[in-house]
């Protein structure tokens, strides 16, 4: 058995700004009703943001999301 990384789409990406807020939240301990409430959006803005990141990306969850996110550089641990 081969130890392999996911297939992450590590091409750079222009984000908008309410796209990386989004992402630099989604990195930390809030949950996804602390980040609506954070950003001033309903939840369901934040399951619209998310599931629009996980495409882009080609990330399945929160998890694949933050290691997208450090692997590229976008957030810092």
Known sequence: M???R???NLNPVQLNPRERHFLQLA???LTYVQIADQMCVSPRTVDGYRETLFERFSVKSRV???LWAVRTG???P
């Open 6 to 8: 996911p297939a992450y």
């Open 74 to 76: 976008l957030v810092t």
């Open 27 to 29: 990195c930390s301990e």
């Open 2 to 4: 081969t130890n392999q």
């Open 64 to 66: 694949g999301l933050a």
